[in-house]
């Protein structure tokens, strides 16, 4: 069966996240259904990273194997029509070796946490960011999160359900800006690492926040990684920020984008 490439963006809101379930509707299974009305034999399609229930995605990519061997450009014009209402659209397809897995050949997961500091509540982007009511010292966040980048044991930083072998694991780089926002401002945080372990970002955000809020000196997230505790943990930010905006591999899939989309 040829075996496709799919990058996917999605607004998180309306789903129980990425993984199929029992219950509320999720990512996997809507897409699934799109792509079977086109092959009602296609297996289960197959992730790079299982976001949770309300965090967005600009880049996930996931495969799909057909039976008939599409060109990449009508099958994602096809997939998107039958995807129609939901949020969620193809924007790059691509067909890969019969060997190629989304998730075990990817080498990097790059995720952004946008924050809005400002009082009056949101409106446009309303479950797109996390509003806090306060001004953020984004120097004070930056050398906060020098702490974290690097081999570490993560275990303060790990949801208790993580179902990661080990907690240890390599953050490549975290990166925060500041932009102006209307009212306030917009603090975003790009992070990057091969893999991430179940609400190790939201954990991360959170407990940046408290710092950028003044609330936490920025060597304590020194000594909260250290702990290896939960209990050591910032709050966990909501999901609402959170962004999965790409996922790399020895060979961009897609090439370039005019490949990717034609």
């Keep these: 069966m040829p075996r496709f490439a799919l990058r996917i963006e999605y607004d998180g ?18 897409l699934e259904e799109a792509l079977r009305t086109l092959d009602p034999a296609m297996p289960a399609a197959a992730a790079a990273g299982r976001t949770d229930a309300g965090v967005h995605a600009t880049g996930q990519v996931a495969q799909a194997d057909l039976q008939r061997d599409w060109d990449p450009f009508r099958l994602s014009e096809a997939v998107n029509w039958h995807l129609k209402p939901a949020p969620i659209a193809i924007n790059a397809c691509a067909r890969v070796a019969d060997d190629w897995h989304a998730r075990f050949a990817a080498v990097e997961r790059r995720y952004t946490f946008r924050i809005a500091a400002r009082r009056a509540p949101l409106t446009l982007d ?16 930056r050398d906060a999160a020098r702490h974290l980048v ?3 044991d993560f275990t303060t930083f790990r949801a208790s359900i993580c179902q990661a072998k080990s907690p240890v694991k390599s953050i490549d780089a ?3 800006t500041e932009h102006a926002y209307p009212g306030g401002q917009e603090i975003r945080l790009d992070l990057r690492a091969r ?6 970002v939201r954990s991360i955000a959170g407990t940046l926040e408290r710092v950028g809020a003044g609330a936490w000196p920025a060597d304590r997230v020194r000594d909260a990684l250290a702990a290896r505790d939960r209990a050591a943990c910032g709050p966990v930010a909501p999901p609402d920020g959170l962004i999965l905006t790409g996922v790399g591999y020895p060979e ?3 090439g370039s984008s005019l490949r990717a989309s034609r």
């Design 195 to 200: 893999s991430f372990l179940h609400n190790q």
């Design 150 to 152: 690097g081999r570490h």
């Design 252 to 254: 961009d899939p897609f």
């Design 13 to 30: 809101r309306p789903f129980a996240g990425w993984q199929r379930q029992d219950g509320p509707a999720s990512v996997q299974q809507t």
């Design 174 to 176: 975290i990166t925060i």
């Design 126 to 141: 309303r479950g797109r960011m996390w509003r806090v009511p306060g001004p953020l010292d984004v120097e004070a966040m």
